[in-house]
């Protein structure tokens, strides 16, 4: 398996709060993804990185940001949550070859209460 | 706009036998195709990929998915469905309107069931 770390793997929040998920990889992979899992939308992608500090929006991101600071490392945040938030996370790293497969971790699952 | 269409949203069999998992697609130029597997409460498992070459792609656990470009289909398939086979399966298409940044666009999914 591809050495994908999530965390947390579960958590519930308050409505308002913020929230920052965690996608820790060691393949050294040059681009990074997060994306939501919701049923009848399959998965759609939030935010994705293509570099240290070099991040753009995907389909779905509004109320959300993200920072990636290390190669290894990058980080989802939800400003200030909202039901609508309630999702299951996925982070997922390809390399920069074209013809790559992404490699997806754990998933994180997020209730917003 | 590009887009990954998965049109059943479940699919049953009985073990033993065949099995097809349906994928259509829309894209500008060249589709690069996968499919992945969802165990409950796991991640995405790369299954198979068409990226160029044989219509006929063949992947892990003994799947198969073939390339239609006149249909522009990428239907999953297996000679003899398992009870383990039972996931949720994803069809997706690389997203190349914005160069190679390895974005993907997924169908919908479809739950397929395999009774003993």
């Known amino acids: 398996d591809a050495g994908i770390t999530q965390s947390p793997r579960h958590k519930v929040t308050e409505t308002g709060t913020p929230v920052t998920l965690r996608c820790h990889q060691t393949e050294n992979h040059r681009y990074m993804y997060w994306y939501r899992q919701d049923p009848g939308h399959g998965l759609r992608l939030i935010h994705y990185?293509?570099?240290?500090?070099?991040?753009d929006k995907g389909e779905v991101s509004d109320g959300y940001s993200v920072s990636r600071s290390k190669t290894e490392d990058f980080l989802l945040t939800l400003e200030s949550a909202t039901s609508s938030q309630t999702s299951v996370y996925f982070c997922?790293?390809?390399?920069?070859?074209?013809?790559?497969?992404?490699?997806f971790g754990q998933g994180t699952r997020l209730t917003v209460v | 706009a590009q887009s990954v269409a998965q049109p059943e949203d479940q699919v049953n069999v009985a073990e033993g036998n065949p099995l097809t998992v349906k994928c259509t697609y829309s894209v500008s130029g060249n589709p690069y195709l996968f499919w992945y597997v969802q165990y409950p409460n796991r991640g995405l498992q790369f299954l198979l990929k068409y990226i160029t070459g044989d219509n006929l792609v063949k992947g892990s656990y003994g799947f198969e998915a073939e390339f239609n470009k006149s249909q522009t289909s990428f239907h999953l398939k297996k000679p003899s469905a398992l009870v383990s086979d039972s996931a949720l399966y994803f069809c997706?298409?690389?997203?190349?309107?914005?160069?190679?940044?390895?974005?993907?666009?997924f169908g919908q999914g479809t739950t397929l069931q395999v009774k003993p």
């Open positions: 997706a298409v690389r997203d190349l309107g914005s160069g190679n940044t390895g974005k993907l666009i």
């Open positions: 990185s293509y570099g240290v500090k070099d991040t």
């Open positions: 997922a790293i390809s390399d920069y070859r074209e013809n790559t497969e992404a490699f």
